[in-house]
């Protein structure tokens, strides 16, 4: 089975504070992407990449970086936390292929105080 | 910029009662895939199906089907028979090319659908 593990659940932490989501998976995947997800607006592409120390702008990427250092990890980082940022972040993979599906990791509730 | 439109935001049927979710999209890409997510309370989300720009045919996996018409541009998604189960959050999402050449889904903004017993 296909397994995109994020690495917390749940997460609360504090305005101005440097926040790191790690997300690792573990079927060889070129692609990976990071999304947040908030009632009303469906899911947001913040930033994804296509390859070791490769990445791409999404629709939202203010206030986030990223990185990815290993084929099977990519971490989102938030320099300095703020409260506009409480908010479900999903992480996916993907194969690099046209028209193939993401799979999901089960999402970090980040709140930010 | 492509877009995908859910307008139904919460649907809620009893049990049994047959169910369509719309989807709507927007691409100036001619060749384009369309998938439907499912997100059930535990948030993990969950891939139902992919339907490619060239397929048009109708598909029916169990008390699913969905819908693919070209010419008005939708996607929608039927469940016969429905059940507690299928309480969830549908998503529907459109393949786009980046700049760099990479592909990436754009998301509609979800139904929510509640099945009472």
């Known amino acids: 089975d296909v397994k995109v593990t994020q690495s917390s659940r749940y997460l609360v932490k504090r305005t101005g504070e440097k926040v790191f989501l790690e997300c690792v998976q573990d079927m060889d995947h070129e692609n990976m992407f990071w999304y947040r997800q908030d009632p009303g607006l469906g899911l947001r592409l913040i930033y994804f990449s296509y390859d070791v120390k490769m990445k791409e702008k999404g629709d939202i990427p203010e206030g986030y970086s990223v990185s990815r250092e290993k084929k099977e990890r990519f971490s989102l980082i938030l320099e300095s936390a703020s409260t506009n940022q409480t908010s479900m972040y999903l992480c996916?993979?993907?194969?690099?292929?046209?028209?193939?599906?993401?799979?999901f990791g089960q999402g970090t509730r980040l709140t930010v105080v | 910029a492509q877009k995908v439109t859910q307008a139904q935001t919460e649907i809620s049927v009893v049990e049994k009662e047959d169910v369509t979710l719309d989807c709507v999209y927007e691409?100036?890409?001619?060749?384009?895939?369309l998938f439907w997510y499912k997100q059930p309370p535990s948030g993990e989300l969950v891939f139902l199906i992919r339907r490619n720009s060239f397929d048009e045919q109708n598909e029916i996996s169990g008390r699913y089907s969905w819908n693919f018409q070209k010419s008005t541009s939708s996607f929608n998604f039927t469940i016969t028979a429905s059940q507690v189960v299928d309480s969830a959050v549908y998503f529907c999402?459109?393949?786009?090319?980046?700049?760099?050449?990479?592909?990436?889904?754009?998301f509609g903004k979800g139904t929510k659908l509640t099945v009472n017993p």
């Open positions: 691409t100036r890409d001619t060749t384009y895939y």
């Open positions: 996916a993979s993907s194969f690099r292929i046209r028209g193939t599906e993401a799979f």
């Open positions: 999402a459109l393949s786009e090319l980046t700049q760099g050449g990479s592909e990436k889904l754009v």
